[in-house]
């Protein structure tokens, strides 16, 4: 199950980043707004994770993700892109 969750993103995000060849957006083109989430929470394998992530036409993405860590810890990762500043994380943890 884990597995075709991960294709699916995996396709998702290489459709919504498709462009002609050549690579280079035109001048006028616009960011296409999106949104995803998904996640795993098996309580018998002690897995549980996930992320969700915004992108809007503006081109600003804002996401996190998490993952309940071996020592029982959650660490999450919130992050942005906007323009230029590339990825920005905040990562927490927590019981």
Do not use: C, H
């Not at 969750?5 to 060849?21: C, Y």
């Not at 050549?22 to 960011?31: I, Q, S, W």
């Amino acid at each position: 199950m884990m597995k075709i969750a991960l294709v699916l993103v995996v396709a998702a995000v290489a459709l919504s980043d498709a462009r002609p060849q050549g690579g280079a957006p035109a001048a006028d083109e616009k960011p296409m707004p999106y949104e995803f989430e998904w996640k795993v929470d098996d309580a018998e394998s002690k897995n549980n994770y996930g992320q969700n992530e915004v992108g809007n036409e503006a081109g600003r993405v804002e996401g996190k993700y998490y993952v309940l860590l071996a020592d029982g810890r959650t660490m999450t990762v919130e992050y942005y892109v906007d323009g230029d500043s590339g990825f920005v994380p905040k990562i927490s943890f927590s019981r």
